[in-house]
């Protein structure tokens, strides 16, 4: 055990070297199965203010709906959420402000204008909801996650993971989960969840392509490049083109993800291996993006967001169902029997899901 | 005797090696952590504290499933992010780093 917190000795934390010390000794036990997240929409959310926002006095009604409205929170290492204002649209981050501060609310910013200039979105909700996050939760924190109504970031423990806002595709990612509740109510458990995931990570990605002006056949799809330290033998989180590839590292792990359905893991681990399965998916978005060729947004990222948005995607749909509707929902931007027809329905047979085209 | 299960789970991927459960038998700490892991099992009324859900719409949130037996009972509870109560992020932070 180690008694300093800083020993030399004691490089690593450690409960990741208890990590390391038990891999392999015991199968890793069944997690409970969560209770399966109410299909409850933002729209209902959004009547209640975040707490803060009356004491600050800001005004329910957004004057211009066209209009961002961003607010970062620091949680001063505490969990209390959602901490207290360091930025606002009024008054927006110097730039030589706390540089977590500063990513976040322009992170959020991209993610904003991603929604409004492709596909004419008003925020979250398309109603022109605040978007809020919080910065420097709990101590160490190695993670960030969409609590159903804002985002939060951890610093990361220096050793494994840097600070969560670092990586745009990241804040792309949870805040399309809030995208994804207002459309979807995509249940957080197996299929269903991890296309709520891999929809996540579809929309990160794109954010941070369209960021850098980068075409489906330049990006390198990665999701969360820039977040391992260099002490990490890995890229990033996951990898959209190569699923299974992104870190093979003494104490991560190797990447779990499958890239077809023939490796479909069947878990109770990650509410049903969410952030596992989500590579068949992201697979076949990335296949389909680089046959179209061009921005990646605007033929595979429209076809997505139009199934997204499609009523008929249900809050309980499986990867066949939602494959069947991209297809249908080409067949409805482009033409029955259209060359991007075909090409989404090839890539979700490459992955392992044929779907019929007529 | 007091043993405590403690597995963390979820977050923003899935990461193999950081998945595995571990038993900690407080008769092996030292009196000063053991005292301190007692401490908090009392202050959060943990055999009666009740596992809750997180939020509607809520993803890649952190689960702890924390399970406490000692001779005569034993209670599991399954917690996410963010968590409630001041004294349960202590318990599950001192958990992590033991």
Known sequence: MCSMRHPIFCILPPYILRAIAERGTQNQRTTATQTLALDMTLRMMRSTPPAGEVARGLPDIVANPTAKNRTIYTAKNQQQLPGSVVATEAKPPAANADVAVREAFTGLGATWDFYWDVFKRQSIDDEGMALNATVHYGNHYNNAFWNGRQMVFGDGDGELFNRFTIALDVIGHELTHGVTEDEAGLVYMFQAGALNESISDVFGSLIKQKKNGDTARKADWLIGEGLFTPAVHGQALRSMKAPGTAYSDPVLGDDPQPDHMSKYVNTYEDNGGVHLNSGIPNRAFYLAAYAFDGYAWEKAGRIWYETLRDSALRSNTGFTRFASLTVSTASRLYGPGSVEQHIVADAWATVGLPVSTT | ?98
């Open chain 2, 1 to 98: 005797m007091m043993r405590v299960r403690f597995q963390m789970s979820g977050g923003i991927a899935y990461f193999p090696g950081l998945a595995s459960s571990r038993t900690i038998d407080l008769e092996s700490l030292t009196a000063d952590t053991r005292s301190r892991v007692m401490r908090l099992i009392d202050e959060v009324q943990f055999f009666s504290l009740p596992s809750s859900p997180p939020s509607p719409g809520a993803a890649d949130y952190q689960t702890y499933r924390i399970t406490v037996e000692d001779d005569a009972r034993q209670h599991t509870v399954v917690v996410s992010d963010p968590l409630s109560s001041e004294p349960l992020q202590a318990l599950i932070q001192l958990l992590q780093n033991l």
